[in-house]
């Protein structure tokens, strides 16, 4: 049962109880802008990626820029998106199972529904549970393109799931998932680089084999937050699927342009707010927000506010900031501004979003409660 909101409309953001997700929403809606505006000009669709922000409301401010629906990892996450009005669904990971692809055929008869697939017996299960339907339900081919995860290789593999796809009469084939996650983080630019350019020679390869085949290829879909400019200018790419973009966490926020500066084409944009619940010893503070507020898979947050604070020792219900170097040290009772090293694990752990309109100024104040609909829908 979800817990009630930290804040209300018109709250103080000094009043907003803690831990709690703190979206500034001058910043979000200027990342929106930002990537509706760099897609419009490459000529290229976008499909951002909900399973980082789980939120229907968000998933409509991205379609109502241009986005032409939204992705998702796993069924449930695409029933709430359904159900909160988005009518256009890619779950772009595998589906297996009865159940799950029963639930996925009939969110079809209310929304334009989309899988994908790396093996011949998901088909027939997909196509069986799309027929019982009475729905067609699109499929792309997932090839592998360097992520060495889930996907077929590329060539001659993904054209025989191709042609059975397009054999049976509940599906549709859609095109190519091509996504290259590791290549988002790597740290300097010539690196995405070149392992773009790679996925961009197993794509063209693939689809002149689907061609030679007499199969056209709709869509190629892939891309994300770190390397989606590559892919939007590559010619091959129809449609990305960033996701991060419109909160920016601290781990890419590491990553480097060419001139060798930091990634800043989008502004941090999600914070958990946390409160100085001990001062015990005049190098240290202990913060309210720790393992089941943040995630700590791309290492610890950052701290706004605080030159030199260094947030360590994590544990349940606690996180240590070291302040033996700042020169203003934070008091019992302090609010602290923390940006996640990654967002999608952290907005997880939470139930609600409070936005914060002037999160810059000397007032800012709740604008907005939004419920993060998908938590927990991990099935």
């Known amino acids: ?26 910043a979000f809606e200027r990342n ?7 897609v419009a000009m490459a000529g290229v669709r976008l499909r951002p990626h909900a399973k980082m922000h789980k939120s229907p409301i968000i998933g409509l401010k991205q379609i109502a820029l241009g986005a032409v629906g939204v992705c998702c990892q796993k069924v449930s996450e695409a029933e709430v998106m359904v159900q909160g ?19 996925l055929a009939a969110l079809a008869r209310q929304a334009r529904i989309a899988v994908v697939v790396d093996d011949e017996a998901m088909i027939d299960a997909l196509a069986a549970a799309a027929a019982t339907a009475g ?14 995860r889930c996907g077929v290789a590329p060539g001659p593999a993904a054209v025989r799931l191709a042609q059975r796809i397009a054999g049976e009469a509940s599906l ?21 680089r070149a392992a773009i350019a790679s996925v961009c020679v ?32 590559s010619g091959v790419f129809d449609e990305l699927q960033a996701g991060s973009y419109c909160f920016m966490d601290a781990d890419y926020a590491r990553n480097r342009k060419s001139d060798g500066t930091f990634f800043n084409t989008f502004e941090h944009a999600l914070f958990v707010s946390a409160t100085v619940m001990s001062t015990p010893r005049p190098e240290r ?16 947050p950052e701290t706004v506010g605080i030159a030199g604070a260094v947030y360590e020792r994590p544990s349940d219900e606690h996180g240590c900031l070291d302040v033996t170097t700042c020169n203003a040290r934070p008091k019992l009772g302090d609010k602290i501004l923390l940006i996640p090293g990654h967002c999608d694990p952290t907005v997880n752990l939470h139930d609600w979003y409070v936005g914060v309109r002037g999160l810059a100024s000397s007032q800012p104040r709740v604008e907005c409660v939004w419920p993060v609909a998908a938590r927990g829908a991990l099935f």
């Open 1 to 26: 049962m979800p817990q009630l909101p930290p804040a209300t409309p018109g709250d103080r953001l000094a009043d907003v109880d803690t831990p709690a997700l703190i979206v500034d929403l001058d």
């Open 202 to 233: 197993d794509v063209r390869h693939t689809k002149a084999a689907l061609a030679e085949a007499g199969l056209a290829c709709p869509t190629v879909t892939g891309a994300g937050t770190g390397t989606f400019e590559l892919e939007a200018a």
């Open 172 to 192: 549709r084939f859609d095109g190519l998932q091509a996504y290259h996650g590791r290549a988002q983080h790597l740290r300097s630019a010539e690196e995405r």
């Open 32 to 38: 929106l802008g930002r990537m509706a505006d760099a």
């Open 85 to 103: 009005g988005i009518g256009d669904v890619l779950v772009s990971n595998e589906v297996v199972g009865s159940r799950k692809l029963a639930r």
């Open 135 to 148: 729905v067609t339900v699109g499929v792309l081919v997932e090839i592998d393109v360097g992520a060495n």
């Open 285 to 300: 503070a202990v913060l309210d927000a720790g393992l089941k507020a943040l995630a700590f898979d791309s290492g610890p």
